[in-house]
């Protein structure tokens, strides 16, 4: 989460000085760490809630979740870029914010869910 929120203030600036490219590769390294690291904690989760006749079944189901949330995810950055008029030079810093901005509520509405599964 602290990943989208760096990028959500550095991502949309126009500038070409080393800090603020830093500043953005700190916050995508930390999106997709964050991703990285939550992963294999939700696939262990649904291997052991599966019952022993799914296992088979939950393991493969993994790899097809997976791929259609990046679709949809995906699908759903595109539709917002567009919406928030990517395509006009004038409007890019914008569409960033949004993209970022949108992307941030579920997962801020995602942590206290975690935190409730887990104990």
Request: charged share 10%; proline share 3%.
């Amino acid at each position: 989460m602290l990943g989208l929120v760096i990028l959500v203030f550095a991502g949309p600036i126009a500038s070409q000085s080393i800090s603020v490219v830093m500043v953005v590769a700190l916050g995508l390294v930390l999106l997709g760490w964050g991703i990285g690291a939550v992963f294999p904690h939700l696939l262990t989760d649904v291997l052991r809630l599966a019952g022993d006749r799914d296992q088979d079944l939950a393991g493969a189901s993994a790899t097809t979740v997976q791929l259609t949330a990046t679709a949809f995810g995906s699908a759903l950055a595109g539709t917002i870029a567009n919406l928030g008029s990517f395509s006009d030079s004038a409007h890019t810093a914008s569409a960033a914010r949004w993209l970022y901005l949108i992307f941030l509520v579920p997962a801020v509405l995602a942590a206290p869910v975690a935190r409730l599964v887990r104990r």
